[in-house]
């Protein structure tokens, strides 16, 4: 699918042809899309198909028409009827006239740019709509973090009494979402340490601030992930101690419940066996029944009470 976008009067909207100083948003483009783009602005195929490959890798590639920027963006899996958090790559191809974006599947970064709720955002303004898109980004980032984290609170508090897998397997799955994370983080880093340096994107005095701050929040969700992803190393580790030890006190509880259960067992038994009732107390007894299970019940209680101080129940 291709939209274009176009800033007009100082707000953004979609249009059907393309222009000077237009945005085309290249989602999951068909094969025809593609190599009408390529043709139209000459761009290799192979460098608008890149970001469709989810194992593509961030980089910075000048070319003699383009400069390609691809770098891995956040976005939310739906598996198992949970909300799951992985990355995808995001191309930004900057020519003499247009800028492009290219991603596999709408992300919620490039949403806000279409839906005008990013301020001082001009398609135009080539070099500040890339720190804009990258500043987002990084943002989005942090943010998917800090559900994580709260997702991590949430399971914690059901591991202290659990004794099943559900929960530990919710842990498993966002300490491998923060692997995603911080490794995506790690390449856009590069990205961005690297486009301090290419010259065709010109450092505008009024975007030096923009770049900073982008190369800070970067920085800091690959705090915030390295943090996370210990503390749930850690938590996973302790909790799978936990479960095991849950499970060890409701087997102790059983064992417990049934040696008690087996003394009445036990009497019950000895009295259904088919032999001279003269030899068995309470046999010829009017009462005898009911002293039977009475003394069955003391019995139980008495070693029921025993378990019970020494803390088996």
């Not at 943010?143 to 099943?164: A, G, N, P």
């Not at 009024?206 to 690959?222: F, H, M, R, S, Y």
């Not at 030890?245 to 003394?263: C, D, G, P, Q």
């Not at 002293?291 to 019940?297: A, G």
Request: hydrophobic share 45%; charged share 25%; with cysteine.
């Amino acid at each position: 699918m291709i939209r274009i976008f176009k800033t007009i009067d100082g707000k953004i909207h979609q249009v059907e042809e393309a222009s000077e100083g237009c945005w085309l948003a290249l989602t999951d483009p068909t094969a025809t899309e593609i190599f009408e783009v390529a043709r139209k602005y000459r761009i290799e195929v192979d460098d608008l198909r890149a970001p469709l490959d989810e194992e593509e890798r961030s980089r910075i590639e000048v070319e003699d028409d383009y400069t390609l920027i691809i770098v891995d963006t956040p976005i939310l899996e739906e598996r198992g009827e949970k909300d799951w958090y992985g990355t995808i790559p995001l191309s930004i191809i900057v020519t003499d006239e247009i800028i492009i974006t290219v991603c596999l599947e709408d992300t919620s970064v490039l949403g806000r740019f279409m839906d005008g709720r990013v301020r001082n955002f001009y398609t135009y303004m080539k070099t500040r709509f890339i720190l804009q898109i990258l500043y987002k980004n990084a943002s989005m980032f942090l943010h998917y973090l800090r559900i994580i984290d709260k997702k991590s609170e949430e399971v914690e508090e059901k591991l202290q009494e659990s004794t099943k897998n559900k929960e530990l397997i919710e842990l498993l799955e966002l300490e491998k979402s923060l692997v995603y994370f911080t490794t995506s983080l790690r390449s856009n880093e590069m990205v961005l340490e690297k486009l301090l340096k290419v010259e065709r994107i010109k450092q505008y005095p009024d975007d030096t601030d923009l770049l900073e701050d982008v190369i800070i929040e970067n920085k800091q969700a690959i705090e915030m992930a390295n943090v996370y992803s210990g503390i749930l190393s850690g938590m996973t580790e302790a909790f799978a101690s936990i479960v095991s030890n849950n499970l060890n006190i409701v087997m102790k509880f059983l064992a417990t419940v049934t040696i008690v259960m087996s003394i009445p067992t036990m009497i019950f038994s000895a009295y259904g066996m088919n032999v001279n009732l003269k030899g068995m107390p309470f046999a010829s007894h009017p009462e005898g029944f009911a002293i039977v299970i009475i003394l069955s019940l003391l019995l139980s209680l008495i070693v029921a009470f025993i378990f019970s101080k020494k803390n088996l129940f």
